[in-house]
């Protein structure tokens, strides 16, 4: 133990800190998405000196592991759509991989002024939108599911793969306002999606060695308790909550974008 903190200058403290943060970040993943908006700075902070794609890849270890017990949490009280889902996971896995292959060939802070104006957006949409996701907003005829779920996936698996932050809490709005999805079952929905982009982005920084397994290990048995957590109070507290959980994050997401595009 004492070599394993000496090699990455930790202190018993330090690996608490990533844990409670790990956890936090499960239990708003489990409810809305948006864990990495916790965990990843997190790890950003304590390893200021490792390569970015190394931290991305410990992220989604613990992240997945999170994502997964929560989607298995919520299979077992909500009746998925199992070709609508598969559906767009596969298209969500295979631009979560082109994402993830490309990450360490651009220079995602490009993308960060973007981002932080979709935020905004979001934020003042779902705002004003006060039934937004209390119930199913309307019916949408299966085949425009279908349609609007695999662009939707496209989009949000790419970025997912391509940085991260906040996909979990996009695909929950995407299914709301697309799929006309209520809050519980959209972030039902977006549990299963966002684990298979998981898959497939993580599989690419294994293969490249981009992690640090013992530190993605502590965090994800903290993420995981969180996750567990995070599903019992939304199946609780039902839509009402996971809409105020929800205006949260993109609150904290916008707040953290803004940091990074005008410090």
């Given at each position: 133990?004492?070599?394993?903190l000496?090699?990455?200058?930790?202190?018993i403290?330090?690996?608490l800190?990533?844990?409670?943060f790990?956890?936090?970040?499960?239990?708003i993943?489990a409810v809305?998405?948006?864990?990495?908006?916790?965990?990843?700075?997190?790890?950003?902070i304590?390893f200021?000196?490792?390569t970015i794609?190394t931290l991305?890849?410990?992220?989604?270890?613990a992240?997945?592991?999170?994502?997964l017990?929560s989607?298995?949490?919520?299979?077992?009280r909500?009746k998925?759509d199992?070709?609508l889902i598969?559906?767009i996971?596969?298209?969500a896995?295979?631009f979560?991989?082109?994402?993830?292959?490309l990450?360490s060939?651009v220079?995602?802070?490009?993308?960060k002024?973007?981002?932080l104006?979709?935020?905004v957006?979001?934020l003042?949409y779902t705002?004003l939108k006060?039934n937004?996701?209390?119930?199913?907003?309307?019916v949408v005829q299966?085949?425009?599911q279908?349609i609007?779920?695999?662009?939707?996936?496209?989009l949000l698996?790419?970025?997912?793969g391509?940085?991260?932050?906040?996909?979990?809490?996009?695909?929950?709005?995407?299914f709301?306002?697309?799929l006309?999805?209520?809050f519980l079952?959209?972030?039902?929905?977006?549990?299963?999606?966002?684990s298979?982009t998981?898959i497939?982005?993580?599989?690419?920084?294994?293969?490249?060695?981009?992690?640090?397994?013992s530190?993605a290990?502590i965090?994800?048995?903290?993420?995981i308790i969180?996750?567990i957590?995070g599903?019992?109070m939304a199946?609780?507290k039902?839509?009402?909550?996971?809409?105020l959980?929800f205006?949260?994050v993109?609150?904290?997401?916008i707040?953290r974008?803004?940091?990074?595009v005008?410090?």
């Amino acid at each position: 133990m004492e070599a394993f903190l000496t090699e990455y200058n930790l202190s018993i403290l330090n690996l608490l800190i990533l844990g409670l943060f790990a956890f936090f970040a499960g239990f708003i993943d489990a409810v809305v998405g948006g864990g990495g908006l916790i965990q990843l700075p997190a790890l950003l902070i304590q390893f200021p000196q490792t390569t970015i794609a190394t931290l991305f890849g410990t992220n989604k270890i613990a992240a997945f592991s999170g994502t997964l017990t929560s989607a298995i949490q919520y299979g077992k009280r909500i009746k998925f759509d199992l070709k609508l889902i598969g559906t767009i996971g596969l298209f969500a896995a295979g631009f979560s991989y082109l994402g993830a292959k490309l990450v360490s060939r651009v220079n995602v802070t490009l993308l960060k002024p973007f981002i932080l104006i979709i935020l905004v957006l979001i934020l003042v949409y779902t705002v004003l939108k006060k039934n937004l996701g209390n119930s199913a907003a309307r019916v949408v005829q299966p085949k425009l599911q279908y349609i609007y779920g695999s662009l939707l996936a496209s989009l949000l698996g790419f970025y997912d793969g391509f940085f991260g932050p906040g996909t979990g809490s996009f695909f929950v709005l995407g299914f709301v306002l697309f799929l006309g999805f209520d809050f519980l079952n959209a972030s039902a929905y977006a549990k299963v999606v966002n684990s298979i982009t998981n898959i497939s982005a993580l599989l690419v920084f294994l293969l490249q060695g981009n992690f640090i397994f013992s530190i993605a290990l502590i965090m994800a048995f903290f993420n995981i308790i969180g996750n567990i957590i995070g599903t019992h109070m939304a199946f609780k507290k039902g839509n009402a909550f996971i809409r105020l959980i929800f205006i949260l994050v993109v609150s904290l997401l916008i707040l953290r974008y803004s940091y990074d595009v005008f410090k």
